[in-house]
């Protein structure tokens, strides 16, 4: 059956519907513990970077809790970004900073 360049409208209005709520697994925690825990590296732990939240954990000892500004500007930054955004830079290109 020939449709004759007719294509099915309601079909492509489901995918663009689909694409605007997008949900990320991983955003409102990870976010959350950086601002709440982020002393003790828990975002970093949380999302798979080991060896980045020993660092921070190890910066913190060093800095007398200073180095704490980093994961929680990094949670601010998480639950601001858009959460297909949060997947493709954190989750699947797995940038460990910032």
Do not use: H
Not at 4 to 30: D, F, I, T
Not at 41 to 65: D, P, R, S, W
């Amino acid at each position: 059956m020939e449709t004759y360049g007719y294509s099915n409208p309601g079909s492509q209005q489901n995918q663009n519907y689909s694409n605007q709520n997008y949900r990320s697994e991983k955003k409102l925690a990870a976010g959350l513990l950086g601002i709440l825990l982020g002393a003790f590296g828990a975002n970093k732990f949380f999302m798979g970077y080991i060896n980045e939240g020993i660092i921070q954990i190890v910066l913190n000892i060093v800095t007398c809790g200073i180095a704490t500004a980093i994961p929680f500007i990094e949670g601010i930054i998480y639950l601001t970004m858009s959460d297909e955004q949060f997947d493709k830079t954190y989750i699947q290109n797995r940038k460990a900073w910032f």
